[in-house]
């Protein structure tokens, strides 16, 4: 106090205020106090940003549930398929970046909305796509031109939820807030191979596709109208403004440790991408008498309380005071040995029920990464977690067109699915040791 003054520090000026802009200072405190969502709050959002992501993969996924049977109509192979799938990450690689920067300037929840309702749209109206020409060839590169549109406008969506996450839930829930969240990338596969391999069988493939978009659809207006009138929308918008600052591109792209997330996120996809988007065609090739429902649902089933007990076990590591760091290399030392191993062990399995546990361990074990890697943007940069998270994943989905049209160019040259499988386990222990050595889990920036 300076006479009848406050004297107001900060890091630009020295401003002079009247005793009654002194309370503001009391609010501000107050506000970045109670910044984070109430449980209620993170209850009701963790919920709603599981289905979006359950939904979300759903979409993803649809294309491989249906691929034997528009391979079958349009008359593709496997180098195709893998072009027409492997099309999906050339979008989702360029929009990582922009779209974590853009939800920590205006809100992780708005930039959910815009892009769902897009990605969405495209999804629903991919059959008519399909249906456009009779020409086969003027088919598969029109999909392939919506596949990358539906990949542009499915990167936002990690980065965003990563953004919402970190300016919302406190440290050391967060590894539990997106371990939850995430499962709903093993849900939709899930959903979608179950409920999509019983709408392809009674309605043929294009009913996958009605029913995924309009799903889609209805998330879309009910994250809007949470979006709208929670207070926690008001706590987002808040939070957004004051991170305006300008992002340090220079100073996050100097860091070694955000390196060795990098390189060990881009091999944890290699893997996870080929498991997505190539098991159905193995099962469906070495099993052919058994039905699709089953080994399209039973790996993500029993992914999904590894997911959710991987992100509960990071955060009991940190509560007994082990180090953040330690958690997350513990965490990811289980998605990748452990994924890595089992899909190398895939193509040895003799009959259906071992392939089918086997398979369902390997997709069990990535799941892990959702409380590793995947939180490791929020520990080193948590005002720009959602553009350092755009960073990490457009590297993370560089595998994805490049691993799955890989995998399609080999299975289709020598169909040998034991050399596609043993190079994922390989990838991991390469992945695995650049984070052990040199990854981090300590605000750096």
């Given at each position: 106090?300076?006479?009848?003054?406050?004297?107001?520090?900060?890091?630009?000026?020295?401003?002079?205020?009247?005793?009654?802009?002194?309370g503001?200072?009391?609010?501000?405190?107050?506000?970045?106090?109670?910044?984070?969502?109430?449980?209620?709050?993170?209850?009701t959002?963790?919920?709603?940003?599981?289905?979006?992501?359950?939904?979300?993969?759903?979409?993803r996924?649809?294309?491989?549930?249906?691929?034997?049977?528009?391979?079958?109509?349009?008359?593709?192979?496997?180098?195709?398929?893998?072009?027409?799938?492997?099309?999906?990450?050339?979008?989702?690689?360029?929009?990582?970046?922009?779209?974590?920067?853009?939800?920590?300037?205006?809100?992780?929840d708005?930039?959910?909305?815009?892009?769902?309702?897009?990605?969405?749209?495209?999804?629903?109206?991919?059959?008519y796509?399909?249906?456009?020409?009779?020409?086969?060839?003027?088919?598969?590169?029109?999909?392939?031109?919506?596949?990358?549109?539906l990949?542009?406008?499915?990167g936002?969506?990690?980065?965003?939820?990563?953004?919402?996450?970190?300016?919302?839930?406190?440290?050391?829930?967060?590894s539990?807030?997106?371990?939850?969240?995430?499962?709903g990338?093993?849900?939709?596969?899930?959903?979608?191979?179950?409920i999509?391999?019983?709408?392809?069988?009674s309605?043929?493939?294009?009913?996958?596709?009605?029913?995924?978009?309009?799903?889609?659809?209805?998330?879309?207006?009910?994250?809007?109208?949470?979006?709208?009138?929670?207070?926690?929308?008001?706590?987002?918008?808040?939070?957004?403004?004051?991170?305006?600052?300008?992002?340090?591109?220079?100073?996050?792209?100097?860091?070694?440790?955000?390196?060795?997330?990098?390189?060990?996120?881009?091999?944890m996809?290699?893997?996870?991408?080929?498991?997505?988007?190539?098991?159905?065609?193995?099962?469906?090739?070495?099993?052919?008498d058994?039905?699709?429902?089953?080994?399209?649902?039973?790996?993500?089933?029993m992914?999904?309380?590894?997911?959710?007990?991987?992100?509960?076990?990071?955060?009991?590591?940190i509560?007994?005071?082990?180090?953040?760091?330690?958690?997350?290399?513990?965490?990811?030392?289980?998605?990748?040995?452990?994924?890595?191993?089992f899909?190398?062990?895939?193509?040895?399995?003799?009959?259906?029920?071992?392939?089918?546990?086997?398979a369902?361990?390997?997709v069990s074990?990535?799941?892990?990464?959702?409380?590793?890697?995947?939180?490791?943007?929020?520990?080193?940069?948590?005002?720009?977690?959602?553009?350092?998270?755009?960073?990490?994943?457009?590297?993370?989905a560089?595998?994805?067109?490049?691993?799955?049209?890989?995998?399609?160019?080999?299975?289709?040259?020598?169909?040998?699915?034991?050399?596609?499988?043993?190079?994922?386990?390989?990838?991991?222990v390469?992945?695995?040791?650049?984070?052990?050595?040199?990854?981090?889990g300590?605000?750096?920036?």
């Amino acid at each position: 106090m300076v006479g009848n003054h406050v004297i107001n520090l900060d890091s630009k000026s020295l401003r002079l205020h009247s005793p009654r802009d002194a309370g503001g200072i009391d609010r501000i405190v107050k506000k970045q106090k109670g910044s984070n969502w109430s449980k209620s709050e993170e209850k009701t959002w963790i919920a709603t940003l599981f289905i979006g992501t359950t939904i979300l993969f759903s979409s993803r996924v649809a294309m491989p549930v249906c691929a034997p049977a528009m391979a079958k109509e349009f008359g593709w192979n496997k180098e195709h398929l893998g072009t027409v799938m492997g099309c999906f990450f050339w979008g989702y690689a360029m929009t990582q970046i922009f779209g974590g920067y853009m939800a920590d300037r205006i809100g992780g929840d708005r930039m959910l909305c815009i892009a769902a309702l897009t990605w969405g749209t495209v999804t629903f109206i991919t059959p008519y796509i399909a249906y456009l020409y009779d020409d086969h060839t003027v088919t598969l590169l029109l999909l392939g031109l919506f596949r990358v549109i539906l990949g542009l406008f499915q990167g936002m969506h990690y980065p965003s939820m990563t953004s919402l996450v970190s300016r919302n839930v406190c440290e050391k829930d967060r590894s539990f807030a997106m371990g939850v969240t995430s499962t709903g990338s093993n849900f939709g596969s899930l959903l979608c191979g179950g409920i999509g391999s019983v709408i392809l069988e009674s309605h043929g493939w294009p009913g996958v596709f009605y029913f995924v978009g309009l799903c889609a659809f209805g998330w879309v207006i009910h994250s809007w109208q949470l979006s709208k009138t929670q207070q926690g929308r008001k706590v987002t918008r808040q939070n957004s403004v004051e991170a305006k600052e300008d992002v340090p591109w220079r100073l996050i792209f100097s860091k070694s440790q955000l390196w060795c997330a990098i390189c060990a996120h881009f091999c944890m996809n290699a893997s996870y991408f080929i498991l997505l988007m190539w098991l159905p065609t193995y099962f469906h090739e070495r099993f052919p008498d058994q039905k699709a429902w089953v080994f399209n649902v039973v790996p993500w089933l029993m992914s999904l309380p590894t997911s959710i007990f991987g992100g509960w076990l990071s955060k009991n590591i940190i509560e007994v005071k082990f180090s953040v760091t330690f958690a997350r290399k513990f965490i990811q030392t289980i998605a990748m040995f452990g994924c890595g191993l089992f899909a190398m062990l895939l193509p040895f399995c003799e009959n259906y029920i071992s392939a089918l546990i086997v398979a369902g361990l390997a997709v069990s074990c990535q799941t892990f990464h959702n409380s590793g890697i995947l939180v490791n943007p929020q520990d080193i940069a948590p005002t720009y977690s959602g553009s350092v998270f755009g960073i990490m994943n457009t590297a993370g989905a560089i595998p994805g067109f490049l691993g799955v049209y890989m995998a399609g160019f080999i299975l289709n040259a020598s169909g040998n699915w034991k050399t596609v499988f043993t190079s994922v386990f390989v990838t991991n222990v390469i992945g695995l040791s650049i984070f052990l050595y040199g990854g981090t889990g300590e605000k750096i920036i």
